[in-house]
C-alpha cells in the first residue's frame, strides 16, 4: 500500500509540475506577442514633444510692400513647438506653436525704410499616419503680428511706426521620419523633414509713420502715409525637426 500510495503521490507532483511549466510557458508567449504588438504600434512616432526650426516662405502681391522690398518673396526664420496629447489609432492631435521673424529694407521717397515681422502662431494640429514614418497634417491657427516699420529722414529723428495686427494661418503639410528606431517602444530622439503649404492671411496695417515722441530735436519732420500694408498671400514652410518622449 505504502509503495502505490507513494507512485501516486509522484504522479500528481509530475502532472502538477508539466502544468505550471505549460501555464508558464503559455505566459511568456503571451508576454512575447504583447511585447511585439507594443514595438510595432506607433507609440513614440505618434505621441511626442516636436520641435522645428526651418524657413517660411509666403507671397505677398500687396503693393504696401513695395517700399521695403524689392519683390514679393518674404522669407522668414520659422521655429516652432508641438505636443501630440491625443491620439487613437492612426489619428492624434497636437497642440501647436509657432514663431516667425524677418527684417527687410528698402527705400521710399529717397530715404531709407525698415520693415520688422514678428509673428506668433497658437493652435490646433490634427495628423494621421499613413505610414509609420509618414504623417499628413492639417491645421487652422490664429495668428499674431507685431510690425515695425522706419523710414529715415535724415534729420535728429525718424518716422516710426509699431502696431499689432491678428491674422490666420491655414496650412497643410507631411512630416517623414528619416531616422529613429523601428519600435514605438523606443524613447530615443527620433528626426523628422517637414513641409507645409497653405494660405496666411493678416489684418491690414495702415502705415502713417509720425516722428519719434521720444526724441525732442527741433527739426521734426511731417507724417508720412505710405498707404495699406497686408502682410497676406500663399505659404509654405520646410523645416527639419526633432521628437522627444
Known amino acids: 500500500m505504502a509503495s502505490i500510495s507513494s507512485r501516486r503521490g509522484s504522479v500528481l507532483a509530475l502532472g502538477s509540475t508539466l502544468c505550471w511549466l505549460t501555464l508558464a510557458s503559455s ?9 511585439a504588438g507594443d514595438a510595432q504600434a ?28 524689392e519683390n514679393d518673396v518674404v522669407p522668414q526664420l520659422s521655429l516652432g ?17 509657432g514663431f516667425d521673424y524677418a527684417s527687410w529694407s528698402g527705400s521710399a521717397r529717397s530715404n531709407e525704410t525698415s520693415l520688422d515681422l514678428q509673428r506668433f502662431t497658437l493652435g490646433p494640429e490634427a495628423r494621421y499616419h499613413l505610414l509609420r514614418i509618414l504623417v499628413v497634417s492639417a491645421k487652422v491657427a490664429p495668428t499674431l503680428t507685431r510690425q515695425s516699420t522706419s523710414l529715415s529722414t535724415g534729420l535728429a529723428t525718424d518716422l516710426t511706426k509699431a502696431s499689432w495686427k491678428g491674422g490666420v494661418d491655414a496650412t497643410a503639410g507631411v512630416a517623414v521620419e528619416v531616422f529613429g528606431y523601428r519600435s514605438g517602444l523606443s524613447r530615443s530622439p527620433r528626426l523628422w523633414v517637414t513641409g507645409e503649404g497653405g494660405y496666411g492671411w493678416t489684418a491690414s496695417n495702415r502705415l502713417l509713420l509720425r516722428p519719434d515722441e521720444a526724441d525732442d530735436a527741433p527739426q521734426r519732420p511731417k507724417p508720412i502715409d505710405l498707404g495699406e500694408l497686408s502682410l497676406s498671400g500663399p505659404l509654405f514652410k520646410i523645416s527639419a525637426a526633432v521628437s522627444f518622449w
Do not use: E
Open 27 to 35: 505566459a511568456r508567449a503571451q508576454d512575447r506577442v504583447d511585447a
Open 81 to 97: 513647438a508641438s505636443y501630440a496629447f491625443w491620439a487613437r489609432d492612426k489619428l492624434s492631435v497636437a497642440g501647436a506653436f
Open 42 to 69: 506607433l507609440g513614440s512616432h505618434q505621441r511626442h514633444l516636436r520641435l522645428d526650426l526651418g524657413v517660411r516662405t509666403q507671397f505677398v502681391s500687396d503693393a504696401g510692400l513695395d517700399p521695403f522690398s
